[in-house]
């Protein structure tokens, strides 16, 4: 089953097309990797699947309720010097039942708690986010996406400037929200992070994408994971590409 | 003691003019604050400032329709306060120059064309009541006007609260729920211009700006948390409001002016002697450096 499928997608930015002919879908209950150099649309495919950037041509069909879409910006697209403790950005993951008006009740604080106690970040509940680190403040950006029981979350480059111990955790997070049924899309440039946690990956280069399984990004000689995925990628049967 | 006391606190408010004076300070104050918090998070303090030229030519236009009607000049006032931010924004949308430099060109424009038209119709002395307010010459329409929009401010701000915190702090979230983040920046910027008018005629369009901004930035030295700054900012505004005006009753003293160096002034205290990033604050953390908050 997929929810959010890719039709002869084509998006543009500044009139200048960035990626064409994206066919596929991503599987519910799997983590997909985006990978692909840096200018190669990761970012814009994450846009026009959250809804923000028009396609030019084709569609990206998305089933899941837009409220349960959660995703979990860079750090940079936060304004960190607004006063806000970790609870009160995990609360405000209570949106899509709650909205602008309603109040919070005992079990969502509940919640709320047992979220952070599963993050291990308890302790900063009345923490502001401005004094946290990078990792702390990515798992009470998780912990929000938890609260909002997300059925589908895009993920970019969660792991970068994040402590190692914080990857772990919000690897098993991921992967205990994919085991729910939630269909998760991760964008990823460590090939070792990808190897341990993507089921399916989406390619994207030279405006092209191409599905790939996790196995073709190994190094052929070790079997480890390799450096970086083998590029150029030929892209001449593009238009008979399988949907993974 | 006690005597001294009641001729400096309390006898003033005998007069009626003072009791509307005060509690139209009253009203304003639980309005205005609150906003200008909001303002200064967002990193739009000049904001306020801007604004408050952008209503002059409306009140001015009022004022050459109808005279000194408070209501009139109201309505204008929020009228082209309206006008000139979407102006403002569609400007800097079509163009994709940053919106501060629109706003900035439409506020200056705005400012020449309200004291212009002000000139036009009226004397100096008018000018200078617009421009500056007359707190003690509120009279009892005026008053039920000021109190009912800084009501009308207060219920509005608590509607959009939630979505207003969560559009400071990320504005895609809230787009991925499906608000729209310039519906609620829009409604923000309306309440801004509604206080604005409602604070022109006691303080007048340049000084109805010091109560919403000062008390915020004050509190700033006080408080990291939002709730504590908004309340904060609400009693230094309630206290520079009467301390102000009990100063200009009894030293003659311009009232708006009064109100708002009282409030300039916890504002200078705070910055030297206050808990958070004052200068005195910030000699201590560099004393001490094991005990500064964490960031780890």
Redesign the interface.
């Known amino acids: 089953m997929a929810r959010l499928t890719l039709q002869d997608l084509q998006l543009a930015r500044g009139g200048q097309t960035v990626l064409e002919h994206l066919d596929g879908s991503f599987q519910d209950g799997a983590i997909t990797a985006l990978i692909g150099a840096n200018g190669a649309g990761k970012s814009t495919l994450i846009s026009a699947l959250m809804g923000m950037l028009p396609p030019v041509a084709g569609r990206v069909a998305c089933e899941v309720s837009r409220e349960r879409c959660a995703w979990l910006p860079q750090q940079l697209a936060l304004d960190l010097t607004f006063p806000m403790s970790v609870e009160e950005l995990i609360m405000t993951g209570t949106w899509p039942s709650h909205g602008a008006l309603k109040g919070y009740c005992a079990a969502h604080y509940r919640r709320g708690r047992e979220i952070m106690a599963r993050l291990g970040i308890s302790h900063l509940a009345h923490r502001q986010l401005g004094e946290l680190s990078g990792g702390q403040r990515q798992r009470a950006l998780i912990g929000r996406t938890l609260m909002q029981e997300a059925e589908l979350l895009l993920l970019d480059e969660p792991f970068a400037n994040v402590d190692g111990e914080t990857v772990e955790v919000m690897m098993e997070v991921l992967r205990d929200m994919a085991a729910a049924g939630a269909t998760i899309l991760v964008v990823l440039h460590d090939m070792e992070q990808l190897s341990r946690l993507a089921d399916d990956v989406l390619l994207l280069a030279g405006g092209h994408g191409r599905w790939v399984g996790t196995e073709a990004l190994l190094d052929h000689h070790t079997g480890q994971p390799a450096r970086a995925p083998r590029l150029p990628i030929d892209f001449s049967d593009i238009h008979h590409a399988g949907t993974a | 003691m006690l005597a001294l006391l009641d001729a400096w606190l309390l006898a003033p408010f005998e007069y009626g003019f003072m009791n509307r004076a005060a509690v139209a300070g009253l009203a304003l104050s639980l309005a205005a604050p609150p906003l200008g918090v909001f303002l200064m ?2 990193g739009m303090s000049l904001i306020g400032d801007a604004m408050s030229h952008a209503i002059l030519p409306g009140i001015a236009l009022g004022f050459l329709f109808a005279g000194f009607s408070l209501p009139i000049m109201s309505l204008g006032g929020i009228l082209s306060g309206l006008v000139v931010a979407v102006l403002a924004g569609s400007v800097s949308q079509m163009t994709g120059h940053r919106e501060d430099s629109a706003m900035a060109s439409f506020f200056l424009i705005s400012l020449a064309a309200g004291v212009m038209l002000v000139s036009l119709g009226g004397s100096s002395v008018d000018l200078t009541h617009v421009l500056f307010g007359s707190v003690l010459a509120v009279d009892t329409t005026a008053l039920l006007l000021i109190t009912g929009i800084a009501t009308l401010i207060v219920l509005m701000l608590a ?5 207003l ?2 559009e ?3 504005p ?2 809230l ?5 729209r983040g310039g519906l609620v920046h829009g409604v923000f910027l309306g309440l801004v211009v509604l206080n604005l008018t409602a604070g022109f005629q006691t303080l007048g369009t340049l000084m109805a700006v010091g109560l919403m901004m000062l008390p915020a930035t004050t509190a700033r030295f006080w408080s ?3 709730e504590g ?1 908004i309340a904060l900012a609400i009693v230094i505004a309630l206290v520079a409001n009467l301390g102000g005006l009990l100063l200009s009753f009894h030293l003659s003293l311009p009232s708006g002016p009064a109100i708002i160096l009282t409030a300039g002034l916890a504002y200078v205290l705070s910055a030297l002697f206050g808990r958070h990033n004052s200068l005195v604050a910030r000699h201590r953390l560099r004393a001490a450096p094991l005990n500064t ?4």
């Open positions: 998070l967002r509607i959009i609260f939630r979505a915190v969560v400071c702090l990320d895609l979230f787009r991925g729920q499906g608000v990291q948390r939002l700054l908050p964490s960031t780890d």
